[in-house]
Structures are given as C-alpha cells and as structure tokens.
C-alpha cells in the first residue's frame, strides 16, 4: 500500500464516512463533544496500524463494522441506548490502546537474524551426547563434556522482548 494512491484513496473515503456514525454512537453513549470525536481517531488509528503491520486487520474491520451499524441502529430507533450498549462502547478505547500497543511492539526480523517461531515457552531439559556412564574416548583425554539444549532460540526472543503469542 505503500506507493498505492488508490488505496491511500480508499482508506481515506472509509476512515471519513465512518467517522461521523462513530462520533454519533459516542455521543449516544454519553460522551462529551470533543472525547466523542476521539473514539473515531482511535478506530482509524487502530485500522491504519493493523493495515501497516499486515496483522489483526480483521479485527479493526470488524470494530469499525460493530461500531457503524450500532450508531446506525441507535439512529433509527432500533437500538435503545441501555447500559450494555454505553459499556460496550466505552471498552472502544481501551480495546483499541490495547491492540495498537500489540502491534507496535512487534519486532522485525531482519536478513541476518530472522525470527525462529517458538513452538512453545518450556525448556527442554539438557541432553548429554553421550552416555556419561559409557567408557568414552573423551573421558581420558580431559575433554569437556557436551551437552545440547535448545535454549539458544528461547534466548534471543526473550532478550529481544519477543513472545509466543507475537509469532502468532
């Protein structure tokens, strides 16, 4: 999307027409002048990040989705505005402060130390080579015995802040 004028074009045409229901939904529920005009920010914030981060567009889609057709419905009369309705869009905010804050720390592999997904958090035990009861080679010579673990990959994500669920 990046050198995309058409699809600049169109997140641009979506981001406006849904503004205004979800300025309208926010006033509903209560909110003030000015704090309803940030619950439509927030939304296109959240949409703008996902789309960039290629990860939970759908997600954001469905929120803006939820959100119009609930300002609408209020709008006709079909929707009361009753208390599941003003919690609901009170959780917009921190929903959205939540999921952006997700996206942004994503951390990007890079051609010289690419991402090694993690197939789960636990260590696996150290694994000796060799028998360490067997009569070895090594044993006379003086020669450090060797293990193998898997803890190399677990490392480098944990130093680099990065968890299981971000390899999702």
Same mark, same amino acid.
Request: hydrophobic share 55%; aromatic share 4%; proline share 8%.
């Given at each position: 999307?990046?050198?995309?004028?058409?699809?600049? /074009?169109?997140?641009?045409?979506?981001?406006?027409?849904?503004?205004?229901?979800?300025?309208? #939904?926010?006033?509903?529920?209560?909110?003030?002048?000015?704090?309803?005009?940030? #619950?439509?920010?927030?939304?296109?914030?959240?949409?703008?990040?996902?789309?960039?981060?290629?990860?939970?567009?759908?997600?954001?889609?469905?929120?803006?989705?939820?959100?119009?057709?609930?300002?609408?419905?209020?709008?006709?009369?079909?929707?009361?505005?009753?208390?599941?309705?003003?919690? /609901?869009?009170?959780?917009?905010?921190?929903?959205?402060?939540?999921?952006?804050?997700? #996206?942004?720390?994503?951390?990007?592999? &890079?051609?010289?130390?690419? #991402?090694?997904?993690?197939?789960?958090?636990?260590?696996?035990?150290?694994?000796?080579?060799?028998?360490?009861?067997?009569?070895?080679? @090594?044993?006379?010579? @003086?020669?450090?015995?060797?293990?193998?673990? &898997?803890?190399?990959?677990?490392?480098?994500?944990?130093?680099?802040?990065?968890?299981? @669920?971000?390899?999702?």
């Amino acid at each position: 999307m990046k050198r995309d004028p058409l699809a600049w /074009a169109a997140l641009a045409a979506a981001l406006a027409v849904t503004a205004s229901a979800e300025y309208a #939904l926010a006033r509903a529920a209560g909110f003030g002048e000015w704090t309803a005009a940030a #619950l439509p920010a927030a939304l296109d914030i959240y949409a703008v990040r996902a789309l960039r981060a290629r990860r939970d567009i759908a997600a954001a889609v469905a929120a803006m989705i939820a959100t119009n057709a609930a300002a609408h419905l209020v709008t006709a009369g079909l929707l009361p505005v009753d208390w599941p309705l003003v919690v /609901a869009v009170s959780a917009i905010a921190p929903l959205v402060l939540w999921r952006v804050h997700r #996206l942004a720390e994503r951390v990007e592999a &890079t051609p010289e130390q690419p #991402l090694v997904p993690l197939v789960n958090t636990v260590r696996p035990a150290a694994v000796p080579l060799v028998d360490e009861g067997a009569d070895t080679p @090594g044993k006379e010579t @003086g020669a450090p015995d060797v293990t193998v673990t &898997t803890d190399q990959p677990v490392a480098e994500h944990r130093a680099a802040g990065i968890t299981a @669920g971000d390899l999702r």
